[in-house]
């Protein structure tokens, strides 16, 4: 299974910001199955570490994710459905980090989507659009629309015609399944660009899929459409059986209606797929394609093949850090020809036309109004925080009683049995090296056995979150000293006699003796840093690397000056004091994944106060045990407490103070006040079963329907026209802000920025905010037509997304634009950078641009803003 990893999750790569991101790229194409079948097959061509999404997803209603790929025909009498859509091609089912880790199913490089029709009608075409969502490691595009029209011709008949076999729709159960190549009598054509087909060749949108059609008549009346994905390296699209309410949106074909053809069955799928849990979609269990291509096979029954089957196909494209919105690929199959590809969009259609470029906007956009500065890429630091965890997890190992009256010992039996404090010196520093490949080795082994993305199943799926709930509530009481954990003595044993060999391979196997009979204390600890840095290929070497690292420091260290041994505190029973603060450690570690196995999986619970109540406990329990109020099997009784033990109940009180504070009600955000320290550890605050949703003012409400409360309660527009009208009514700036439900770095950016005082303050009193959501699936009134992208805007998402595209020039998000209520963009737009000082200088270099220029014009505030804090 391809697991998204959450450390790709911080590599903030920009390299699409200002540019127009088109990473799928679609053809279609036809096959004729029989006299009246045929089959539709989309094929999509995705850009290397893009991915959309199956049709197929699992996640529930109440979940936001990635949009499913999906394939919407057009109605007509010539044509029917025969059965489900068939995928096929890299498929991959992994969670994903951009939607809360939901699991979804997905495709890389390639996709291949087939429906099969019945046609009576043959000469008519069968039209359509699919609509599809890209993603990558740091982002998603907006849902996009391809319009798709199939001309079918009736092959001759032959003797060699076979009857394909029937593909079985079910993969819930699907571990790993190898593309299949396609039959050697479908026609392959070339694959077709999305920017091609919707007249953007010349932009850059961010395109990891590229779609390509075909059909195979099985027999007079039946065919076989054939959607063919190929996937950039990296990226994934989601299965037809993965629910869209859960998280990404499945791969999706759907069929311009006619009375000329009829699927047969669903729609079968085929490539190297993978199910699991998501971590970008709040570990939901998805079902995604992995690797291309991928096919779709689609059985009809025709009963005019001379008539063309239309539709569209409907997937989302994710990579590791990632998801692009939902992407539609109209396609068109001509089984009288044997033809099929991306449809175009018809000039006589008599679809409605919308304009959203706005003149003044793509002037200043430009040049801005105002010199702001441009953005700077982030740099991951993810690896240094996981050697940092492990060198962390090797200096407690050094505290606990297995590993600590080791050091002098070891120490005085290098410098005191070798020839020479040379000698010993150059022996204690192998036995150190030793400690650290042995332990390195253990990393590297976990790696290879499970291999580089099934570590991050480890950490996100709601089976293992729970297996390690409970292996954490083993460790903590067996640091609580009621049972120990042990390897074979006959190990140790063995061991112990291979190193009284001598020589290099002797000081190797000490080491190694040391790492077995140790390990009932450095057991849970390395387990425990295990997890933790299971989300990355790199994890389990580094942070082995960081705890070997540590353990063997000291005896190179006290070898080199044998004099410092005599500062080393005596053994006793503070060693014993360790290994109970480590169990209540585990204790409170075993709930964060008791935590996201509920919120994968929505039990609902371990909300946010219990979680935090529980943690208030725990903490409070250690700082009672540290002023020795409480006892465990083997503590001595405590007479006087040590300076050390002292501080550190303090620091447990202090710690239990503040997570008190957790508790807090926000009135600003009208929720809990979230602590910094615990992010990534407690659910989110408005997670909870407490508190009520904030209200809007009804005045504002009545006056403008998409008035409502948005990220820290604040208040926002989800209509650009509304929230411009609104902000000349009040004139005050604008901060545009395209964003989508199912967009991470969106989210950060709302969690640990916006909440800030100073930032919160700037946009809740000196700017209108107006928040577009590029995944909104809402459908529009009536199917628009983009004027300048000649692509159907089937629903509020498609029409924000086309909004950003021809006035920015992109369609990543989030992106953030200070424009004025006459729509002139104030400073140069930003995208995600991790930064509350670079933010809100952003946003007061744009409120003082529109301060000059509206004194410079002459324009009277009715309130004053921006006020010097």
Same mark, same amino acid.
Not at 48 to 51: D, L, V, Y
Not at 619 to 629: D, E, H, T, V
Not at 833 to 837: C, F, I, Q, R, Y
């Given at each position: 299974m391809r697991y998204s990893t959450l450390l790709s999750f911080f590599l903030a790569s920009f390299s699409l910001f200002g540019q127009m991101a088109n990473p799928v790229h679609w053809s279609f194409e036809s096959k004729q199955i029989n006299d009246t079948e045929f089959d539709l097959i989309f094929k999509a061509k995705i850009d290397?570490?893009?991915?959309t999404y199956s049709p197929f997803q699992k996640y529930g209603e109440d979940v936001i994710g990635p949009t499913p790929t999906g394939f919407y025909f057009d109605e007509g009498a010539h044509f029917e459905v025969k059965g489900k859509l068939v995928e096929s091609g890299d498929r991959h089912e992994a969670k994903e980090p951009l939607f809360d880790g939901i699991v979804v199913a997905y495709f890389k490089k390639n996709a291949t989507f087939t429906q099969r029709v019945k046609v009576t009608d043959a000469r008519q075409p069968i039209s359509g659009y699919l609509e599809y969502m890209a993603c990558n490691e740091e982002m998603c595009l907006p849902p996009a629309n391809v319009d798709f029209s199939f001309k079918l011709a009736p092959a001759s008949k032959s003797a060699n015609v076979k009857t394909a076999p029937a593909t079985d729709p079910e993969i819930a159960e699907a571990v790993e399944e190898n593309i299949q190549k396609p039959a050697e009598d479908f026609t392959e054509v070339e694959p077709v660009e999305i920017q091609e087909a919707i007249g953007l060749a010349d932009s850059k949108i961010a395109a990891p899929v590229k779609w390509t059609f075909d059909t195979k008549k099985i027999s007079e009346e039946e065919y076989e459409l054939l959607f063919i994905a190929d996937l950039d390296k990296g990226w994934t699209i989601y299965s037809q059986h993965t629910d869209p309410d859960d998280g990404p949106i499945p791969t999706e074909f759907v069929f311009e209606a006619g009375s000329h053809f009829e699927r047969l069955g669903e729609t079968a799928e085929e490539g190297k797929k993978k199910s699991g849990p998501d971590p970008f979609f709040g570990g939901a269990v998805v079902v995604k394609f992995v690797e291309g291509p991928v096919s779709?096979?689609?059985?009809?029954?025709?009963?005019?093949?001379?008539?063309?089957?239309?539709?569209?196909?409907?997937?989302?494209?994710?990579?590791?850090?990632?998801?692009?919105?939902?992407?539609?690929?109209? $396609? #068109?199959?001509?089984? +009288?020809?044997?033809?099929?590809?991306?449809?175009?969009?018809?000039?006589?259609?008599?679809? !409605? &036309?919308?304009?959203?470029?706005?003149?003044?906007?793509?002037?200043?956009?430009?040049?801005?109004?105002?010199?702001?500065?441009?953005?700077?890429?982030?740099?991951?630091?993810?690896?240094?925080?996981? $050697? #940092?965890?492990?060198? +962390?997890g090797g200096l407690l190992a050094l505290l606990t009683p297995c590993v600590?009256?080791?050091? !002098? &010992?070891?120490?005085s039996f290098f410098t005191k049995s070798s020839k020479d404090r040379k000698t010993g010196l150059r022996n204690a520093l192998l036995y150190g090296f030793s400690i650290i490949v042995i332990y390195v080795s253990i990393g590297l082994i976990i790696t290879g056995v499970f291999g580089a993305t099934a570590l991050n199943a480890l950490s996100t799926n709601w089976i293992a979150n729970t297996l390690f709930f409970l292996i954490f509530l083993f460790f903590a009481f067996s640091f609580f000293g009621y049972y120990e954990i042990t390897l074979p003595s006959s190990w140790a044993n063995k061991s112990d006699a291979m190193a009284d060999r001598g020589g290099l391979l002797g000081i190797f196997f000490m080491a190694f003796t040391l790492a077995l009979v140790s390990f009932s204390c450095t057991g849970p600890i390395i387990g425990s840093a295990l997890v933790q840095s299971a989300t990355d290929k790199m994890g389990p070497f580094?942070?082995?690397?960081?705890?070997?690292?540590?353990?063997?420091?000291?005896?190179?260290?006290?070898?080199?000056?044998?004099?410092?041994?005599?500062?080393?505190?005596k053994s006793g029973g503070w060693m014993n004091s360790v290994k109970v603060v480590l169990g209540f450690l585990e204790l409170a570690l075993a709930l964060k994944f008791l935590s996201v196995a509920d919120m994968t999986m929505h039990w609902n619970i371990?909300?946010?106060?219990?979680?935090?109540?529980?943690?208030?406990?725990?903490?409070?329990?250690?700082?009672?045990?540290?002023?020795?109020?409480?006892?465990f099997p083997h503590d001595s009784p405590v007479k006087k407490l040590p300076v050390a033990r002292l501080g550190f109940a303090l620091l447990s009180l202090g710690l239990t103070i503040y997570l008190v504070t957790g508790f807090f009600f926000n009135e600003r955000t009208q929720t809990y006040d979230s602590l910094k320290l615990m992010s990534g550890l407690a659910p989110p605050a408005h997670y909870n079963i407490f508190l009520p949703e904030p209200e809007v003012d009804p005045v504002i409400k009545a006056k403008y329907p998409s008035f409502t409360k948005c990220a820290n309660n604040l208040d926002c527009f989800k209509d650009y026209v509304e929230g411009m009208a609104y902000a000349r009514e009040v004139k005050k700036p604008v901060l545009l802000d395209f964003t989508g439900y199912g967009c991470v770095n969106c989210r950060k950016t709302e969690e640990h920025i916006w909440i800030v005082d100073k930032v919160w303050k700037k946009i809740g009193e000196d700017f209108v905010l107006v928040s577009l959501y590029v995944d909104d699936r809402q459908p529009l009134k009536e199917v628009l037509v983009s004027a300048?992208?000649?692509?159907?805007?089937?629903?509020v998402g498609n029409k924000w997304a086309d909004f950003q595209i021809v006035n920015f020039e992109q369609n990543s998000q989030p992106l953030y634009v200070l424009m004025s209520p006459d729509e002139r963009v104030l400073a140069a737009p930003r995208g995600f950078?991790?930064?509350?000082?670079d933010y809100a200088d952003f946003l007061n270099c744009g409120l003082e641009t529109y301060r000059q220029i509206t004194e410079a014009e002459g324009i009277k505030e009715d309130s004053q803003i921006g006020a010097k804090e």
């Open positions: 290397e570490g893009w991915k779709f096979t689609q059985k009809i029954k025709v009963s005019d093949p001379t008539q063309s089957i239309k539709g569209y196909v409907t997937y989302m494209a994710c990579d590791d850090s990632q998801c692009l919105p939902p992407t539609d690929v109209e $396609f #068109v199959f001509n089984l +009288a020809g044997g033809t099929a590809g991306v449809a175009t969009l018809d000039p006589a259609s008599g679809l !409605p &036309l919308i304009d959203q470029s706005v003149p003044s906007i793509r002037a200043t956009y430009v040049e801005p109004l105002g010199d702001c500065g441009a953005e700077d890429v982030v740099r991951n630091s993810g690896l240094l925080w996981t $050697f #940092v965890l492990g060198f +962390a600590f009256p080791m050091i !002098p &010992l070891t120490v580094v942070v082995m690397l960081g705890f070997s690292s540590a353990l063997a420091l000291p005896f190179a260290l006290f070898a080199a000056f044998p004099g410092w041994l005599n500062s080393l505190p371990l909300p946010y106060e219990l979680f935090m109540g529980a943690w208030v406990i725990i903490f409070a329990a250690m700082a009672a045990y540290l002023f020795g109020f409480i006892r300048s992208r000649q692509e159907k805007l089937r629903n950078k991790e930064s509350v000082s």
